[in-house]
């Protein structure tokens, strides 16, 4: 692995340039990246800072700073630095200004800004946090999504990250010789899919979490591995007799699982 550095300046959070950026290094074999994060820039005097730090470890530049006079000190000081100088968002915005024919804003920040599709955020988080694991289900009904699984399904994390996109999504695990709750076999609202992973990978999981949590001792049916793979087959069985859509997570990133349930709610939505 060969090490580069790479500088991320935002005036924001750096979220954006951040994702921009990790999108395309994993496209290069063998680079090794030293990431120096430079976020809520916005004043001569921090870019300054910045130039500085680009000059002691020299690397590319990613930015997505909409001030023009910060954008020119920075575009300067790394053509003297003869170091590479990215707007990340560029081509995005003035590509979309031209066609929508609206002067661009030029203020920081404003994807984070506190109106009501961020508040929904928090109340669509606040939701996933009180219906974990089945909690509360006499609110099920209230949810956009309802997932269901095995223990280590990754319910949780894949909640979490639908409520980072406004989506309220609950979880209740299938648990065998425990009956599924009424309320989930009642509801009326929500999309309810299924999360199911390969029984070799979850014994592995299991155990990990055990020898986490200091009881890896004996061998049980919660890490047999022919008893997780009746655990599996019953799961997809009741996901079957209830026509619920079942998305095997095993070689999926909670990225690639969430985009697949948004797929589903919008279908679900338009029914």
């Known amino acids: 692995m060969t090490a580069h550095h790479m500088h991320l300046v935002s005036d924001a959070t750096g979220e954006t340039v951040s994702s921009v950026a990790r999108a395309c290094l994993v496209q290069f074999a063998g680079v090794e990246p030293i990431e120096h994060a430079w976020t809520l820039i916005r004043t001569k005097g921090q870019m300054t800072k910045v130039l500085k730090g680009v000059e002691t470890n020299p690397g590319a530049v990613l930015f997505t700073i909409v001030n ?7 575009v300067e000081g790394c053509r003297q630095l003869g170091v590479p100088c990215v707007p990340v968002l560029d081509p995005v915005i003035h590509t979309l200004a031209a066609y929508f024919q609206v002067e661009i804003r030029g203020r920081p920040g404003l994807q984070h800004a506190l109106d009501a599709e961020y508040y929904h955020r928090i109340d669509a988080m606040n939701y996933v946090l009180t219906h ?38 609950a979880n209740v695990p299938i648990v065998p010789g425990c009956p599924l709750p009424d309320e989930l076999l009642n509801l009326t609202r929500p999309l309810v899919v299924g999360l199911t992973k390969e029984p070799a990978r979850l014994v592995q999981l299991r155990r990990n979490r055990l020898r986490m949590i200091s009881q890896g001792g004996e061998e049980t ?46 279908r679900h939505t338009e029914a």
């Open 221 to 266: 049916d919660y890490t047999d591995l022919e008893s997780v793979r009746e655990e599996v087959a019953m799961a997809r069985r009741l996901c079957g007799k209830y026509e619920w859509p079942v998305i095997d997570v095993t070689r999926r990133s909670i990225e690639e699982t969430a985009a697949t349930i948004m797929n589903y709610y919008t």
């Open 68 to 74: 023009d006079e910060l954008r020119t000190v920075l």
């Open 132 to 169: 974990d694991d089945g909690q509360c289900g006499a609110e099920l009904n209230q949810a956009d999504v309802v997932l269901v699984g095995v223990s280590r399904t990754s319910k949780t994390p894949t909640c979490i990250y639908l409520a980072n996109r406004g989506i309220k999504a």
